[in-house]
């Protein structure tokens, strides 16, 4: 089946710093990848959509400042959250389209950011 | 805009038990339903999915049923293990989006021995 791998599995970070989560298909090429976010004990919202070499599109309420992707790759897909602080502490998953497996939603290990 | 529900919240069971969760959801223009397993700290674990010309999906101890005019999956487990203890996903994928899917809020799972 398709993988995707996302790095690192866990991150902490000093408040007003900045962290780069990484999203990479490995074995298909992923024109879309999908950020989602999951607070303790709550279900996964959808962040953004990163289509492979055009702008991301954002959900409603998501900054599009803070929290920077990048689709640079057919690949990979980069979340960059800018000057973190406390309350942006949370599990990110990404999950990438597989275009030659299209019913089926592939999902990284999900990066659990903790901002101190 | 699509909203899925999950019921109960959480389930505590005796090993052994047959057990079923519940999912529904507001719209029925769906592409397919996919039931997903998350550990405590973990990514998801794709269980199954249904198609939504489909009715139902079976793997091992596991069988998902799709019933999209009325908005509503169940997810049957046969013969509950603590193994299984988990929380269960389900999620909606719209007809007219990519992959993008639509969460519920899960059902957070515990088989005691």
């Known amino acids: 089946g398709a993988v995707v791998s996302q790095h690192p599995s866990w991150v902490i970070c000093k408040s007003g710093t900045s962290v780069k989560i990484e999203c990479r298909s490995l074995d298909f090429q992923a024109t879309t990848m999908f950020w989602y976010r999951q607070f303790p004990k709550q279900s996964l919202m959808l962040m953004a959509t990163?289509?492979?070499?055009?702008?991301?599109?954002?959900e409603q309420g998501v900054e599009k400042d803070k929290f920077l992707i990048n689709h640079a790759s057919l690949t990979l897909s980069t979340l960059t959250v800018t000057s973190a602080h406390p309350e942006d502490s949370s599990f990110y998953i990404c999950?990438?389209?597989?275009?030659?497996?299209?019913?089926?939603?592939?999902f990284g290990q999900g990066t659990r950011l903790t901002v101190v | 805009k699509q909203e899925v529900t999950q019921i109960p919240a959480a389930l505590s069971v005796p090993e052994g038990e047959n057990l079923v969760l519940n999912c529904s959801f507001t719209?029925?223009?769906?592409?397919?339903l996919q039931w997903f397993r998350q550990d405590p700290g973990k990514g998801l674990t794709s269980l199954l999915l249904i198609q939504s010309s489909q009715r139902e999906q079976t793997s091992g101890r596991l069988n998902a049923s799709l019933d999209k005019s009325s908005g509503r999956s169940t997810l049957y487990i046969a013969a509950s293990q603590p193994g299984d203890s988990a929380t269960y996903l389900c999620a909606v994928r719209p007809h007219n989006a990519g992959n993008m899917l639509t969460f519920g809020g899960g059902t957070r799972l515990m088989v005691k021995p």
């Open positions: 719209d029925s223009a769906i592409y397919n």
């Open positions: 999950s990438a389209r597989d275009p030659g497996r299209d019913t089926e939603a592939f």
């Open positions: 990163s289509n492979e070499g055009s702008k991301a599109t954002y």
